[in-house]
């Protein structure tokens, strides 16, 4: 079956940049998604990235995908405080499911 | 919008009690997941309904666990008996029909943390 890896710690100082990597198996998946959930809160969509891009910038963030290697990686770029979470990494089967499967999550502390 | 509501938020019980999780999906959503996080095995999906019906339970751990959706604004996750390895937070989220923007996903609740005594 399809399966999402991430290391599960990241330790960072603020103001540095943050990059957070992630595997994934399915070579069929369509979209693939960052999350952050904080403390004591549900998950939330980050960003995505749709299979046939090799990057995509959102400000701050920047994902890269590199689908011949099944690695996918979230850049966060001069890291704050507040994006101090969890971060997992998911990969959608098909277009138009809703079905997702997640890493275990990268745990990010951000060190003032 | 109110998003998905979880509730109770924060629910204490002892081995052996049955314990209800319920969830409000987003109004106009007509999928809802339930998912269950523990720092040993991260997010596990444990069943997926569409339309109110059940379509992949197989996260399901044992006999223990039960899933209703009985409309498409109400589902309860039941847990009877409890056991101390249920501990954990459980999350509902749901998603939209046929949608045309990848952003469009799963969103979740709050969560509810169970912890059994």
């Known amino acids: 079956g399809e399966d999402v890896e991430q290391s599960l710690f990241l330790s960072v100082r603020e103001g540095d940049s943050s990059v957070i990597n992630c595997t994934y198996t399915?070579?069929?998946?369509?979209?693939l998604y960052w999350y952050k959930q904080e403390p004591g809160a549900g998950l939330q969509l980050l960003t995505y990235?749709?299979?046939?891009?090799d990057m995509k910038q959102d400000q701050r963030l920047t994902v890269l995908l590199n689908k011949k290697d099944k690695h996918l990686s979230l850049r966060i770029a001069d890291t704050q405080t507040g994006d101090s979470a969890i971060y997992f990494c998911a990969e959608s089967p098909g277009a138009g499911s809703y079905q997702l499967t997640f890493g275990k999550g990268t745990k990010l502390s951000v060190i003032p | 919008d109110a998003g998905v509501i979880q509730s109770p938020r924060h629910e204490v019980t002892e081995m052996g009690q049955e314990v209800t999780l319920r969830c409000k999906p987003i109004?106009?959503?007509?999928?809802l997941f339930w998912y269950r996080q523990t720092m040993m095995r991260g997010l596990e999906l444990l069943i997926y309904?569409?339309?109110?019906?059940?379509?992949?339970d197989s996260g399901m751990p044992e006999d223990r666990f039960s899933a209703k959706m009985p409309n498409a604004s109400f589902s309860t996750l039941k847990i009877q008996p409890s056991e101390p390895r249920d501990s954990a937070v459980y999350f509902c989220?749901?998603?939209?029909?046929?949608?045309?923007?990848?952003?469009?996903?799963?969103?979740f609740g709050p969560g509810t943390r169970l912890t059994v005594l």
């Open positions: 990235i749709f299979s046939n891009m």
């Open positions: 109004s106009g959503h007509n999928s």
């Open positions: 989220a749901s998603s939209p029909p046929s949608p045309n923007d990848p952003t469009d996903t799963q969103y």
């Open positions: 399915d070579s069929s998946s369509t979209y």
């Open positions: 309904f569409n339309n109110n019906v059940p379509i992949d």
